[in-house]
């Protein structure tokens, strides 16, 4: 046996071996293409809007399926040869990828120059280039994003951090199996053990490396998400496609399929992305789910890969590249900002455009260059020179735009000269006679989390009609201060609301804004005594404070991010939530959903005009928390005073 490259005996045969690569020969399963339709399904309806929660978990159907397909080629080319031509081999993927994701680029230059916000491009450019370069995943780690912010500020390119996973798998799995099998002359069984203890090392990182507030370091690292594509290698060792098992061993695996199933169906119903549960035995079950279910799926006789060779899903898994390649920039795209359709007609506007472009690009550039390779040319040129004028493309389209110069509006004659923002201290209210007539004095009391967003809002005050003071208190609780000893230590905790009746008495304000951020929840929030106590202290302080605090609100809490999230933040948060309204009914207080602002969903809105709302995942500062001062100004300006003259 021998290691080949493909060989280099004149430049004609090495351009007829460049264009006309033949894979080695193994069994065509049409249930394999089910389970890729299965999974690009899933994906899609998790982008769509968080439709099917854990849909994301597609990504690792896929991942497997890679790893149990490309090592079943390379494996069969080795019994049928005696070596691994990883010249053809790469050749095969750069046709079955390249194309299209070229093709994609125009798109998302016009996408920059068109719809982007200025902000947005300079981090759309680096997406683009790592995209090409297939190192998104890296990009995204290192410069801070996080998977689950997908919703918020969304790249078209936010989903090509698995292809750069799968691409980086295809570069570095040829050469690992050429090493094992041919050159070191190893068999199935060594390459299995191999096998397992990579798997096993790199389910030890993402247990090493996780942290709840950078799970997009685990979720996203190629080495802490090899276990999945890596589990598809371990059935290639001993299971070829298309392989007549013992009718009792479909048997077995037909019931295990549906066990495998029906544990993937919940899993993507109900698994939070963000839970410690999915990087501590989440991911390795679903995983291992997938696993089986792909066991079935290899065995024609089984009833799994019957189900699985419907003409749907197959045809869905034909062309899924295209499908997961285009669905997210159409989504991106086409939201209900530019398209004033229901959300129903929306989505199936989102498919129907996807299933279009995915299909265009499929039958015109997918499976003409993947059978003849390039339309004319050399490949050697044809290639690096389309690499070129992608890359070109997109520069040029993500070129910085500059913002519009500031317009001064001189005040009118006569008007009333609005306070110095800096003559008064952000815990003052200056006298209502000081104020342009109909100013609101609002009184933003809470934690930490009504001193950032109170200092936000005072920043945006004045095109509100409104004067804002904050005398929040950081790191408490409204319950009454307590002395707590932790490791001999004497901490003296402080209440948010030891000040709120006199706060009150003092300024006289016309609104007062109760803010709480909900860090600070524990495992006792969701239990009947710690609500009843909390809502016996709420009450009194609000009897408390009476006429003086104006007119009460209260806001409902954002989930946390971050280092703030627990495991069951979302569930403490929604305990939470529901206590507040509750006593809001009861005393008849109006609320602000500040919770769907910021979280459309349980990832949270975590970016605004290209920045972070809320840095650290819990306070609102810096430029991402404009939007939110503003839309909480609009909010108090409706409840208090109700459609203004020109609203």
């Known amino acids: 046996m021998s290691l080949s490259t493909g060989g280099t005996a004149g430049s004609v045969a090495a351009h007829d071996a ?24 899933a994906v899609v309806a998790f982008h769509a809007d968080a439709a099917l929660p854990g849909g994301y978990l597609g990504v690792d159907l896929f991942f497997v399926l890679s790893g ?72 995204a780690i290192y410069s801070g994003k ?27 799995w040829p050469l690992v199996v050429a090493l094992v099998v041919v050159h070191l002359r190893r068999t199935r069984r060594t390459l299995l053990v191999v096998t397992a203890a990579l798997a096993v090392a ?38 070829a496609p298309g392989e007549k098992l013992r009718s009792g061993v479909v048997r077995a695996l037909d019931a295990a399929g549906l066990v495998a199933a029906v544990g993937l169906g919940v899993a993507w119903a109900k698994l939070d992305g963000q839970s410690r549960f999915l990087y501590h035995g989440g991911l390795w079950l679903t995983e291992l789910a997938a696993l089986v279910l792909i066991a079935c799926a290899v065995s024609p006789a089984s009833v799994i890969a019957r189900a699985l060779s419907l003409r749907p899903l197959v045809f869905m898994g034909t062309i899924s590249y295209g499908v997961y390649l285009w669905h997210w920039p159409v989504d991106v795209v086409l939201t ?65 735009r500059a913002l519009p110069p500031p317009v001064a509006v001189p005040p009118a004659p006569g008007a009333v000269r609005w306070p110095d923002f800096n003559s008064v201290k952000s815990d003052r209210l200056p006298p209502a006679s000081e104020l342009p007539p109909g100013t609101r004095r609002i009184l933003v009391i809470g934690d930490s989390v009504a001193q950032y967003l109170g200092e936000a809002m005072r920043f945006h005050q004045a095109a509100a009609s409104s004067f804002v003071a904050q005398r929040g208190v950081g790191a408490c609780s409204i319950h009454e201060a307590e002395v707590r000893y932790v490791k001999g230590e004497r901490i003296e905790g402080t209440s948010c609301a030891q000040n709120w009746v006199t706060d009150v008495a003092e300024l006289r304000p016309d609104v007062t804004l109760i803010v709480l951020g909900g860090a600070y929840l524990g495992p006792r929030t969701c239990q009947p005594d710690w609500r009843q106590a909390y809502r016996q202290r709420l009450t009194f302080l609000l009897h408390a404070m009476g006429s003086s605090a104006g007119r009460v609100i209260l806001t409902l809490v954002p989930y946390p991010g971050q280092r703030w999230r627990t495991a069951n933040m979302v569930e403490l948060v929604d305990c939470f939530n529901d206590e507040l309204t509750q006593i809001a009914e009861i005393e008849r207080l109006p609320t602000i959903d500040l919770k769907t602002h910021v979280c459309p969903t349980t990832d949270c809105t975590l970016l605004s005009n290209g920045a972070a709302i809320r840095p650290d995942g819990l306070h609102f500062d810096g430029p991402g928390a404009v939007e939110s001062a503003q839309w909480t100004l609009g909010e108090v300006r409706r409840i208090a005073l109700g459609p203004q003259p020109g609203d």
């Open 336 to 400: 209900p900002e530019r398209v004033h359709v229901p959300a129903i007609a929306l989505a199936a506007i989102r498919v129907v455009v996807t299933l279009a472009v995915a299909l265009v690009s499929y039958y015109a550039i997918e499976r003409p260059i993947r059978a003849r390779g390039v339309f004319f040319g050399r490949p050697l040129v044809v290639v690096p020179a389309a690499f070129a004028a992608a890359l070109a493309v997109v520069l040029l389209g993500t070129r910085a």
């Open 146 to 172: 996080s998977y689950w912010e997908i919703f918020a500020a969304p790249s078209p390119l936010e989903h090509t951090w698995s292809l750069a996973i799968e691409e980086q798998f295809y570069v570095v």
């Open 202 to 239: 790199s389910a030890a990182l993402m247990l090493l490396l996780w942290q709840p507030d950078r799970t997009s370091r685990v979720y996203m690292g190629s080495d802490t998400r090899a276990a999945g594509i890596l589990a598809g290698v371990v059935l290639a060792t001993v299971l």
């Open 18 to 41: 460049a264009s006309r690569p033949k894979a080695p020969a193994i069994a065509h399963v049409p249930a394999l293409d089910g389970i890729r339709g299965l999974a690009v399904l």
């Open 68 to 139: 149990y397909l490309i090592t079943s080629i390379l494996l069969r080319e080795v019994e049928r040869t005696g070596r691994i031509d990883l010249r053809a081999f790469w050749v095969r993927r750069a046709r079955r990828l390249l194309p299209a994701l070229l093709v994609l680029m125009p798109a998302i230059a016009v996408y920059a120059r068109v719809w982007a916000r200025p902000e947005e491009v300079r981090a759309l450019r680096a997406d683009a280039v790592a995209t090409l370069g297939y190192v998104a995943n890296w990009r």
